[in-house]
């Protein structure tokens, strides 16, 4: 079992609807949660990160976290074609403090015009 | 403007032949790292490093080194590199009592023939 797994896609969603990416992971002690945003040939963008189970809104974009499900997922509203791009999830590495972050193979988001 | 740079952004080498990539910060971050990220593979830590003269491994730091004498720099070495290290490698940086929010460089395209 991959540490972070999140379905590869295309994910493909028309302009203005909600776009849903989620990712499992295995370590139930993980703690800290990130979704990075890459664009094709670009690097990876620090978009959200959550630490505590619930939900947490950033402009169009929305964390969510069950610890208990062991699921983070995010969500982003009114997708713009600007929002194409891979969407990948990192945890925090069992060392504590040593800022490995693991991560998943990314999601592909395609927002349709 | 704050920035991760790295140099260069693209390199084709042979087998054998050191080379450096160069890694600098100037938002005064006392942690730095280096990823990889190859197909199917995702990225993957290499060496990170807590502050000057403080580094470690990551997953896969064979065939690589670092130094970090200033705390701006953080430089990637491959003494002899090898056609397996041909990826594209990610230089990122966070304060350090946020390890996790990790902000990346461009990126080296680095290919060995």
């Known amino acids: 079992q991959k540490e972070v797994e999140q379905n590869s896609g295309p994910l493909s969603v028309p302009e203005g609807a909600i776009a849903s990416l989620n990712c499992t992971y295995s370590?139930?002690?993980?703690?800290?949660f990130f979704w990075y945003r890459q664009y094709s040939g670009k690097s990876p963008e620090l978009i959200m990160f959550i630490y505590s189970n619930g939900d947490k809104e950033d402009g169009r974009f929305t964390a969510q976290l069950n610890k208990a499900s062991q699921y983070v997922s995010l969500l982003i509203r009114d997708s713009q074609p600007s929002d194409s791009a891979t969407y990948l999830c990192?945890?925090?590495?069992?060392?504590?403090?040593?800022?490995?972050?693991?991560f998943g193979q990314g999601t592909t988001l395609q927002v349709k015009p | 403007e704050a920035q991760v740079t790295q140099n260069p952004r693209y390199l084709i080498t042979v087998t054998g032949k050191k080379l450096t990539v160069t890694c600098s910060q100037n938002?005064?971050?006392?942690?730095m790292s280096w990823y990889r990220q190859d197909p199917g593979l995702g990225l993957r830590q290499i060496y990170y490093s807590m502050n000057v003269e403080v580094t470690d491994k990551g997953d896969v730091p064979e065939g690589y080194k670092v130094s970090r004498k200033e705390k701006r720099n953080f430089p990637l070495i491959l003494e002899s590199p090898s056609p397996n290290q041909t990826s594209l490698y990610f230089c990122?940086?966070?304060?350090?009592?946020?390890?996790?929010?990790?902000?990346f460089g461009p990126g080296t395209r680095l290919t060995v023939t």
């Open positions: 990192a945890v925090n590495g069992k060392k504590s403090n040593t800022g490995k972050l693991i």
């Open positions: 990122a940086s966070s304060f350090g009592g946020r390890v996790y929010e990790q902000y």
């Open positions: 370590d139930r002690g993980s703690q800290s």
């Open positions: 938002m005064n971050h006392e942690y």
